[in-house]
């Protein structure tokens, strides 16, 4: 890489799984002044657990990283999609194939193991530096070079001045509200009127009950689904903890100011939206020790007339966040990094105009199809949540159609090997590697 191109100075908002990335793949690239400002006093890893899809995956190896999350991971054998009611399994799709034709398998795992091995992967670069405890934001200038105020929790605000400004600040993103105004631009929150239910069960608190046992020992992610709810669970860290994520109707959030997304949640509450799901349900979610409960609200957003303005661009749940239901918010952050990698590592120079043309060649390469998997994740969550009525009878026949000759479409979709095609198969990386000359001479 030419020594002027490595020395521009890329500031990043946020250490979110985008933002972690971008800093490890653009180091990789031979940035040599990479800067992560993030609020919070370190990671602050959420107890959860996460799938590592085959297309997160790929990056993450080509980053160096992957092994380490790869060890504690657990690979998905099957998935089965249930009716919560009654525990009758609708389908059964086998994830045994996903290794053989998209090089990796699908694999669960924690959190922090994730977003860990990544700081850590960040961490063995001498040319990322970490700003914890700083608040990033008033973006005054986006080119020629960008200019922003960095607070730190105990200091004085002082102005930073970079080339580039990448704002991976989450789906709260104030870097987004920042562009847009710019811009003139305005693109709403949407409430997606759904909230989650996370949950993390120990082998200990499940072993006493057979059942249960069984549910933590199989390489299965099981779907429960009912009118307006369901339940997603599989085993993570080698089997130790039984992660259970939910979406059902917002209720406590509804009434409830903006900026709030997650609360502690009550578990009476928690049961009784479940209370018609069969008795295993019950007993798994009454394993959940009291004060225990966390909710979430599931936030989405209009999708943006664009990512980018001037040297500044968006990453990650900043510019598409999703509802959970294809588990791709994650895989997608990480998509844009690998991404941000490539076009700026092969800028022909550093002026600001190049730099922007890099910028939007990337929004052209992520940007339709991180919007078309979050217009699935949405249709996904309304094909499993439908209630009695002549459309759920449709999305039946065509779980037993699947569950009689092992063929077809599934409705829900993320067991669909179609959708999988599309989420698995493709490798943003080449995608941005082939089109680069092309779309950067376009613009
Ligand atoms: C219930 C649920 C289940 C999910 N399951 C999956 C799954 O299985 N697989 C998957 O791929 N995805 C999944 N996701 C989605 C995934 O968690 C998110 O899409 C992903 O974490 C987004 O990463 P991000 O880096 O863009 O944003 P975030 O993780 O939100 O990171 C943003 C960071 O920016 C920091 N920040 C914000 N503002 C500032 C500021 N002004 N200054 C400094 N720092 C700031 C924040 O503190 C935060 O650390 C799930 C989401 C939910 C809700």
Redesign the pocket.
């Known amino acids: 890489m030419d020594s002027n191109l490595k020395k521009l100075k890329i500031c990043i ?7 972690l990335t971008t800093a490890l793949a653009l180091a990789k690239r031979g940035f040599e002044d990479i800067h992560v ?4 006093k370190d990671l ?1 890893f959420v107890g ?4 590592l ?1 085959p297309n ?1 995956a790929r990056i993450l190896d080509r980053l160096g990283v992957w092994a380490d999350i790869e060890r504690e991971a657990v690979i998905l054998k099957d998935t089965s999609i249930r009716q919560g009611s009654t525990d009758e399994e609708l389908a059964n799709v086998d994830l045994g194939y996903v290794h053989s034709t998209y090089g990796y398998a699908h694999m669960v795992g924690h959190r922090s193991s994730l977003a860990g091995s990544i700081y850590a992967g960040c961490q063995r670069e001498s040319a990322i530096k970490f700003h914890f405890s ?4 008033g973006v005054e200038t986006f080119a020629p070079k960008v200019s922003f105020v960095a607070t730190p929790k105990d200091g004085e605000p002082y102005r930073v001045e970079c080339d580039v400004l990448l704002g ?7 870097t987004r509200v920042e562009l847009l105004k710019t811009i003139n631009a305005t693109a709403e929150v949407e409430d997606s009127g759904q909230a ?1 239910y ?1 949950i993390m069960l120990t082998r200990e608190e499940m072993q006493h009950d057979p059942e249960l046992l069984k549910l933590i020992d199989s390489d299965r992610a099981t779907r429960w689904i009912g009118e307006k709810r369901h339940i997603i669970a599989y085993p993570v860290a080698s089997k130790t903890i039984y992660n259970i ?1 939910t979406a059902q109707p917002d209720t406590n959030f509804a009434a409830a100011p903006s900026a709030t997304y997650t609360t502690k949640g009550s578990k009476p509450e928690m049961l009784s939206v479940y209370a018609d799901f069969c008795p295993m349900i019950q007993r798994m979610l009454n394993l959940v020790p009291e004060g225990e409960v966390c909710e ?1 609200k ?1 936030r989405v957003h209009q999708p943006l007339p664009t990512w980018v303005h001037g040297s500044v661009a968006l ?4 510019c598409h ?2 509802l ?1 239901h294809l ?7 990480i998509e844009d990094a690998a991404v941000l990698g490539v076009v700026l590592a092969r800028l022909p120079d550093t002026t600001a105009e190049s730099i922007n043309k890099a910028l939007r060649v990337y929004e052209t390469v992520r940007k339709e199809r991180a919007e078309m998997l979050v217009a699935l994740a949405a249709s996904s969550g309304k094909a499993m949540h439908l209630g009695e009525g002549a459309a759920k009878e449709e999305r039946d026949k065509q779980f037993a159609k699947f569950r009689e000759g092992g063929k077809g479409d599934v409705p829900d979709k993320w067991a669909d090997a179609n959708v999988q095609k599309q989420m698995y198969g493709h490798d943003c990386m080449e995608v941005a590697e082939e089109t680069f000359a092309e779309e950067f001479g376009k613009l």
């Open positions: 908002i946020g250490a979110g799984m985008g933002g400002f993030e609020f919070a602050g959860a657990g996460i799938q899809a997160m700083t608040s990033a934001s991976a600040d989450g789906v709260k993103s104030k989650a996370r994520s979430w599931l990453v990650g749940d900043s966040p999703t959970p588990a791709q918010g994650a895989a997608q952050a």
